[in-house]
């Protein structure tokens, strides 16, 4: 079984990309990085910073979030951030070497009350060159329509796991909620960033699932963070078997076959892995990463380390991923030229 980037599908059934995660491990990388290599330079990877604007006492049940009010956790309830806080942090975040800045509040949707702030951020980090991304919640259309004219590039709303295995997850919040708040981002213009978790207890065919919610949207996601749970103490999930590392590998490898043309981000549980796991992450097709040292509350690499991973295997942060498809053309046209020998061998097979 093999996928191309000719025509992007969005008609993916469980069952095929159950077929995929099942090919052997070489195999399943081989054609995810061919299909990489089709689309994006494979030696770049995007690098954001993302930051927690309000912190703690989030209304939402999801098991696995230490700012859950259900749960007593080490978490902090902070208010919503000043603006120049906000601001010097992302200074920092550019000089580190970070294109995009994300802006995370645990909300279960953003009040009119905090609106005004929220825009002051959103233009204030833009004047400084980066890219913006926020996840507040859930967004009415009007308040999407707001975001998008101040300048927000992207909007992350994570779907979490397969809509079989949500109700395990949360019972606040629907999956259709979820839903509808990606495409009242996507109608107003902006980018979707767009991903899940795994490592919660889910099935193969729940990873499956939760692949086939974001490959079939009328417009694939422009960024799929992949999370590993971070077991935090005092959440239901604390206590839960880890997920076999192959296992998440396979699962950036899918994503990438899926969602050719989206950066796959490798995302919140990197703290716990080996060197050699995020190098297999990378051959899978993963392009994107978080740097600093959280994310939102829970820990994450320091860059220094991230900078020397790096330099040994031979990775260079992206300068800028809000490509025209002008430049995008010419960024696919390099890498495929530069490694025309393994595809003319792939298509020979």
């Known amino acids: 079984m093999s996928a191309s980037t000719t025509s992007l599908r969005h008609d993916w059934q469980v069952a095929e990309i159950e077929a995929l995660f099942a090919l052997p491990f070489n195999e399943l990388l081989f ?11 494979p030696n770049e990877v995007q690098v954001s910073t993302l ?21 007593t956790t080490d978490v902090d309830r902070e208010r919503l951030m000043a603006v120049e806080k906000v601001l010097k942090e992302a200074e920092a975040a550019k000089q580190q070497g970070a294109s995009r800045f994300c ?17 002051e951020m959103i ?44 109700g395990e997850i949360i019972t606040t919040r629907t999956y259709k909620d979820r839903l509808t708040t990606l495409q009242n981002v996507r109608d107003a213009g902006m980018k979707v960033c767009a991903g899940g978790i795994v490592g919660m207890g889910e099935s193969r065919r729940d990873r499956a699932g939760l692949l086939v919610q974001l490959a079939n949207l009328p417009q694939h996601p422009e960024s799929v963070p992949v999370n ?26 899918v994503a990438r076959i899926l969602m050719p043309q989206s950066f796959v981000r490798l995302s919140a549980g990197r703290e716990t892995m080996s060197d050699e796991l995020q190098a297999l992450c990378f051959m899978a097709g993963a392009n994107s990463i978080f740097y600093g040292e959280r994310l939102l509350t829970t820990p994450n690499p320091e860059t220094n380390r991230d900078l020397q991973l790096f330099e040994r295997l031979g990775l260079q942060p ?11 053309e010419a960024v696919i046209t390099d890498a495929v030229n530069e490694q025309q020998q393994p595809a003319r061998f792939y298509e020979a097979r």
Request: with cysteine; hydrophobic share 35%; charged share 25%.
């Open 31 to 41: 054609q995810a990085q061919l299909i990489h290599r089709e689309n994006f330079n």
């Open 51 to 71: 930051l927690s604007i309000k912190t703690g006492a989030c209304p939402e049940d999801c098991k696995y979030c230490p700012q859950s009010a259900h749960y």
């Open 103 to 119: 802006m995370g509040a645990a909300w279960r949707n953003p009040k009119d009350r905090d609106m005004p702030y929220v825009i």
């Open 123 to 166: 233009k204030g980090v833009k004047e400084l060159g980066l890219e913006t991304c926020m996840t507040l919640g859930m967004l009415s259309p009007q308040q999407a329509q707001a975001l998008k004219e101040a300048g927000l590039d992207y909007y992350n709303h994570n779907l979490d796991t397969s809509p079989e295995f949500y």
């Open 228 to 253: 590993m749970l971070v077991k935090v103490k005092g959440t239901p999930f604390a206590e839960l078997d880890d997920l076999d590392p192959f296992e998440f590998v396979r699962t950036i490898a």
């Open 318 to 328: 992206m300068a800028h991923a809000d490509y025209s498809d002008d430049v995008h």
